[in-house]
């Protein structure tokens, strides 16, 4: 078996599946992937949203309540993102897990590769930037943290604009 974990920012496309399962092509052993997403934590988002409806000063939260409903839909949401994506490689035969976190992305990234034995990370995003040049990504701090092969794919864009 070949372990591949696969970070993700949001949901695949048919074009992300296809091109991560053609990087395996000629491989004879069993790909199988192992796909986590990371979600916001609901508090962080409410004082956000919060401090910028008042102007710049924080203002009070909301009961616990209402921060509860909101982390149950925003985990919801991941999960339905998480699932279609992780429908799309098993619709292309392949092998998938699937976690869904509201940590620190690469400290779960870390956990899954040790976990699952994974001997390589494909991280898919949109392009950031300021984060790359600042080396603050995802990619940079995995690359950093992690003994294993990293590849940074930008999500939805095929391979020949990727260059």
Same mark, same amino acid.
């Given at each position: 078996m070949y372990d591949v974990a696969l970070l993700i920012e949001r949901q695949l496309e048919d074009l992300d599946a296809d091109q991560i399962i053609a990087l395996h092509e000629g491989l004879e052993d069993t790909v199988r992937y192992h796909l986590l997403l990371?979600?916001?934590n609901s508090t962080a988002i409410l004082t956000s949203? +919060?401090?910028a409806i008042g102007g710049g000063q924080i203002a009070a939260m909301p009961d616990p309540g209402t921060v509860e409903e909101v982390q149950h839909e925003v985990m919801r949401a991941g999960q339905a993102e998480l699932d279609a994506s992780a429908a799309l490689l098993t619709a292309r035969g392949q %092998? @998938?897990?699937t976690q869904l976190t509201d940590l620190d992305p690469i400290d779960q990234l870390k956990e899954l590769v040790a976990r699952t034995g994974s001997s390589e990370v494909i991280i898919? @995003?949109?392009?950031?930037?300021?984060?790359?040049?600042? %080396? +603050?990504?995802? @990619?940079s701090r995995a690359k950093r943290a992690l003994d294993v092969p990293t590849l940074h794919l930008l999500e939805h864009v095929p391979f020949d604009a990727q260059r």
């Open positions: 990371p979600v916001e949203s +919060m401090s %092998q @998938t897990s898919l @995003t949109e392009s950031h930037v300021v984060k790359e040049f600042f %080396q +603050m990504d995802w @990619t």
